[in-house]
């Protein structure tokens, strides 16, 4: 720690914190983005070789043309839900993140829908199973938690998207 941060009395230096929450707020807003493309790309994928379609592995398939605009917007709307809950005092994301996780799954199996009804039919499915899905989620966390501690944490490459 920096002694000299501390010369102002605890105060933190305004001048270095607001620049640094910018950056920190535009960079996970396309965290977000860049996220929800390749979870719907993964979920695609996942479908097609259930179903033994052959088509080709494409995990940039929603950051193409045609869906680009829509992946910007589904990420945008997922990102504005987990402000919106986070300034809600925190609590709300517990609730929202089910609706969230939903969201995905639903823009990569019906991509032609429009953002809006992605995000009722995401809180629709969401408040429907809402306990059923969360229990799983915490679960699956807890569990790929484990496998990543009996992997001597290398396991994390292999399991981070498992409780997804």
């Known amino acids: 720690m920096d002694p000299e941060a501390l010369n102002n009395g605890g105060e933190p230096n305004w001048a270095i914190m607001l620049p640094f929450y910018g950056l920190m707020f535009v960079f996970s807003f ?26 080709g592995d494409d995990y940039l398939y929603f950051f193409k043309k045609p869906y680009l605009g829509k992946t910007v917007k589904v990420g945008a709307a997922t990102f504005l839900i987990t402000i919106v809950a986070y300034l809600l005092c925190v609590l709300p994301v517990i609730y929202a993140v089910v609706p969230i996780s939903i969201i995905n799954v639903i823009y990569a199996f019906n991509p032609d829908l429009s953002v809006s009804e ?11 199973k809402w306990l059923i899905t969360f229990g799983l989620m915490l679960v699956a966390g807890f569990l790929a938690g484990a496998v990543r501690m009996l992997m001597c944490f290398i396991g994390v490459l292999a399991t981070s998207a498992f409780s997804y």
């Open 118 to 128: 992605i995000v009722k039919a995401g809180f629709k499915l969401g408040n429907k």
């Open 30 to 55: 396309f965290a977000m983005i860049i996220g929800v493309g390749f979870k719907a790309a993964f979920f695609r994928i996942c479908k097609q070789k259930e179903f033994n379609e052959a088509v």
